[in-house]
C-alpha cells in the first residue's frame, strides 16, 4: 500500500493484513493440534474434560500473535518506533502469557501416550530445557534481548533487513516464554517455584521495563536513522518517545497485571486452606462435645478441669473407648 503525505486512513489501516505464510502455517497448525488434544483429552476423559478456559487463552494467545505479526502493526513496526513498541509488548508479554497459561504442554502429555507421553516428559525434564527455563539464565537473557534491540544501533539493521526482523519477532516470542514460564506457569518443567518466588520473578523484569523506556524518553536525538524515511506521523524523536513513554508505562502495567494473575490463586488457595482448617476444628470440637459424657469431672490429685481440657480429655477417653472395643472384637 502506497503512503500517501497524510499517512493512511484508519479504514486503510484495518484493511491492512498481510498472509505471510511462514508466520500463518504455525499459527494454524497450533491452533489445530491444540484443538485436537483437547477432543482427545474430552473423548478418553469425560468426567474431567480440559478446561475451556485454558483453551480460550491458548486460541488467544495465538490471535496476538496474528494481530502482532500480520496486521497493520505488522506492516508499520519498521515504519514508526512507537508501532515496533506495541508489536514488541504484544510478542514479549502478552501472547507469551496467554499461552502458557493455555498449558499446552500439560495438555500434549494428557492427550497423548506413550512413547509420545514419555518423549515430551523426557525433553522436558532434559538439561537443555532446564538450563533455559531457569530462572537465574531467563531474567538476564529477558533483560539483554530488552537493552540490546531498544539501547543500541539494532533497530537500524530491523528496519532496512526483513530477515533480521523476522528474526527478532521470533526472539521476543521465545525469550517472553522462556521468562515467563518460570514466573508464570505450571507447566511440569523441573523448575517448580513457590508462589512468592514466582511473583518476585516477575517484579525483576519491571526495572528493566522501566529504565529502557525512561531512557528512551530522555534522548534528544534521533538513535536510528532508518526509521527517518517517511514524510508523516510524529517527527523522529518524538516517536522515540512515544515509544519509551510506551515501554515504561504499558510494559509495566502489564506485569502488574501479570502479578496479580499469579497472586489472587495463590491468596484464594490460602484463604480455602484456612476454610477448611476451621471446618476440621469445628469438627473435631464438635466430636468432643458428642462425648463427654467420657470426661471426668476432675483429674486424678484433684483440681478442676476446664472447659477447653474437659473436651480434650471427652475426645482422649472416647478414642480409648474405640481402641478397646477394636481390642475386644479382635481378640474373638
Known sequence: MALTAAGPTTAEIAADWSWRPLVLVPLVAAAVLYLWGVLRVRREHPARPWPLGRSAAFLGGLAVLAVA??????????????VHMVQHLMLIMVAPALLIHGRPLILAMHATHNPWHGRIKRVLRSRVVTVVTCPLVAIPLYAAVVV????????????????????????????????LLSGFGEEPIRWRLSRPAKILVLVLSMPIDTFTGITLLMTTTNP???????????????????????????????????MLAALVPWVAGR??????LRLVENARRAAMDRYAAYAP???????DVDEDEA??????????????????????
Open 271 to 276: 484463604t480455602r486452606s484456612s476454610a477448611r
Open 224 to 258: 536510528w536513522p532508518a526509521y527517518a524515511a517517511r514524510s508523516w506521523g510524529p517527527d523522529p524523536v518524538t516517536d522515540v518517545h512515544y515509544g519509551g513513554a510506551m515501554m515504561w508505562i504499558a510494559g509495566d502495567t502489564i506485569m502488574i497485571a501479570l
Open 148 to 179: 540490546v534491540t531498544h539501547l543500541t544501533s539494532f533497530n537500524n539493521l530491523v528496519v532496512r533487513q526483513p530477515a533480521v526482523a523476522a528474526a527478532e519477532e521470533a526472539t521476543y516470542l521465545l525469550v517472553g516464554y522462556l521468562y
Open 69 to 82: 505479526l500480520l496486521s497493520a502493526i505488522g506492516r508499520y513496526d519498521t515504519v514508526l518506533f512507537w
Open 297 to 303: 469431672a476432675s483429674r486424678p490429685g484433684g483440681g
Open 311 to 332: 473436651r480434650l480429655d471427652a475426645y482422649n477417653a472416647w478414642l480409648a473407648a474405640m481402641a478397646e472395643r477394636d481390642r475386644r472384637h479382635g481378640a474373638r
